[in-house]
């Protein structure tokens, strides 16, 4: 069993910056694939990016490219989302998840095992 924590949402102004990070405990964290998801209201959660282990490859979804970065220090057992350039449509709960495929970089939601319990990030125009 993996216990997921989210911190680090808020409310930014478009432009602005916030870093979430994602803190495990339980199993060995550093032999999981790890993701972060968003869910907009009335919206479906959604891919936002993901790193495997160990060699930490990443993949994001086209929406956050170049604005967003993963990163994930196994030592501390917590994997962070750097998000710069926000805009409002990246108003969301984020989510990180936790894939016991440790190389792989999926963006199903059906391929994480283990979810946090999300944190709210608005971003005001």
């Known amino acids: 069993q993996v216990e997921l924590v989210e911190s680090g949402g808020g409310l930014v102004q478009a432009g602005g910056s916030l870093r979430l990070s994602c803190a495990a405990s339980?199993?060995?964290?550093?032999?999981?694939?790890m993701g972060w998801f968003r869910q907009a209201p009335g919206k479906e959660r959604e891919f936002v990016a993901c790193i495997s282990w160990p060699a930490a490859s990443t993949y994001y979804a086209d929406s956050v490219k170049g604005r967003f970065t993963i990163s994930r220090d196994n030592a501390k057992n917590t994997v962070y989302l750097q998000m710069s350039s926000l805009k409002p449509e990246d108003t969301a709960v984020y989510y990180c998840?936790?894939?016991?495929?440790?190389?792989?970089?999926?963006?199903?939601?059906?391929?994480?095992?283990?979810w946090g319990q999300g944190t709210q990030v608005t971003v005001s125009a």
């Open positions: 998840a936790a894939d016991k495929a440790p190389y792989r970089l999926s963006v199903r939601t059906s391929e994480y095992d283990y």
């Open positions: 339980g199993r060995t964290f550093s032999r999981y694939a």
